[in-house]
């Protein structure tokens, strides 16, 4: 507002001049923000090695013998570099293990042996069930078709020269879907690592092995009991309280395991799923 000053007929007169009404302003928009992409705690990342570093500074310890030797061990590989994350997976991957032998001895659930379950779970915990899942179907689908086409074109090959040719047609499938990882906005499927995908290609060879051994309809059957067995063991490797437990006390853990294995390798009893099986013969 401004104050004009004039003289008329000896009196003054004051002249109120309005100041321009100020325009308002337009809001922001707010955008939303992109979702972050899930954190690998297979991988060194400060984001999932903190918090198990601070657990490890709040714990207080004892003397090294005789029960602290492994605490003291774990505190000193972090000191030198080695992450967080891998020894909490090494101290799982028993627990993860006796989980599998558990399921095959007691419930009767098979599975492709014990080493690809359990590496099948580490695989989710580093891309997701989801991903991992999803990979696995394609993997499954390519080999699958190209050993059809090959038996229906009547091309015989050996077998290593075939399966090499099963993994070239598998490797430009998975690279055909990562390429359309950009397109369809998915950072847990542009995150999948080498290590992933090998270890799906190889359970795809196991699943291919057993078809043509047997039956698609047994290998069927063994790769959805591996795909359970991996997702058990999948929330075992991602129970939080767990991972702290076998951090905190690995002396203890590591014994609990080795005595939970040799008293599971006594049982000899029925199964679970026998059970199941032969409930008509049991009741009569």
């Given at each position: 507002?401004?104050?004009?000053?004039?003289?008329?007929?000896?009196?003054p007169?004051?002249?109120?001049?309005?100041?321009?009404?100020?325009?308002?302003?337009?809001?922001?928009?707010?955008?939303?923000?992109?979702?972050?992409?899930?954190?690998?705690?297979?991988?060194?990342?400060?984001?999932?090695?903190?918090?198990?570093?601070?657990?490890l500074?709040?714990?207080?310890?004892?003397?090294?013998?005789?029960?602290?030797?492994i605490?003291?061990?774990?505190?000193g590989a972090?000191?030198?570099?080695?992450?967080?994350?891998?020894?909490?997976?090494?101290?799982?991957?028993?627990?993860?293990?006796?989980?599998?032998?558990?399921?095959?001895?007691?419930?009767?659930?098979?599975?492709?042996?014990?080493?690809?379950?359990?590496?099948?779970?580490?695989?989710?915990?580093?891309?997701?069930?989801?991903?991992?899942?999803?990979?696995?179907?394609?993997?499954?689908?390519?080999?699958?078709?190209?050993?059809?086409?090959l038996?229906?074109?009547?091309?015989?090959?050996?077998?290593?020269?075939?399966?090499?040719?099963?993994?070239?047609?598998?490797?430009?499938?998975?690279?055909?879907v990562?390429?359309?990882?950009?397109?369809?906005?998915?950072?847990?499927?542009?995150?999948?690592?080498?290590?992933?995908?090998?270890?799906?290609i190889?359970?795809?060879?196991?699943?291919?092995?057993?078809?043509?051994?047997?039956?698609?309809?047994?290998?069927?059957?063994?790769?959805?009991?591996?795909?359970?067995?991996?997702?058990?063991?999948?929330?075992?490797l991602?129970?939080?309280?767990?991972?702290?437990?076998?951090?905190?006390?690995?002396?203890?853990?590591?014994?609990?395991?080795?005595?939970?294995?040799?008293?599971?390798?006594?049982?000899?009893g029925?199964?679970?799923?026998?059970?199941?099986?032969?409930?008509?013969?049991?009741?009569?």
């Open positions: 507002m401004v104050l004009v000053l004039a003289v008329s007929g000896g009196l007169v004051v002249a109120v001049t309005p100041s321009p009404i100020p325009t308002p302003t337009p809001l922001a928009t707010l955008e939303p923000t992109p979702e972050a992409p899930p954190v690998d705690i297979t991988q060194k990342s400060t984001e999932s090695l903190g918090p198990l570093e601070k657990l500074e709040d714990q207080k310890v004892g003397p090294v013998w005789p029960f602290n030797p605490k003291y061990a774990t505190r972090i000191e030198a570099g080695v992450p967080a994350n891998t020894l909490v997976l090494l101290l799982l991957l028993p627990i993860v293990t006796f989980v599998i032998a558990f399921s095959r001895n007691v419930v009767g659930i098979r599975g492709f042996g014990i080493f690809l379950p359990a590496a099948l779970s580490v695989v989710f915990v580093a891309t997701g069930p989801v991903v991992g899942i999803g990979l696995f179907l394609v993997i499954v689908a390519v080999s699958t078709l190209v050993r059809m086409i038996r229906k074109l009547k091309i015989k090959l050996q077998y290593l020269p075939r399966m090499s040719f099963i993994f070239w047609a598998v490797v430009f499938a998975v690279l055909g990562l390429f359309l990882a950009p397109v369809l906005s998915f950072p847990a499927l542009a995150n999948v690592s080498i290590f992933a995908v090998l270890i799906l190889l359970l795809a060879e196991e699943f291919s092995r057993v078809q043509l051994g047997k039956s698609a309809k047994t290998a069927a059957n063994l790769t959805f009991e591996t795909l359970i067995l991996s997702l058990i063991s999948y929330l075992f991602t129970l939080q309280p767990l991972r702290e437990y076998v951090l905190l006390k690995p002396e203890v853990s590591l014994i609990l395991v080795a005595i939970a294995d040799l008293v599971l390798g006594k049982y000899t029925l199964r679970v799923m026998e059970f199941y099986r032969f409930r008509k013969l049991i009741r009569s």
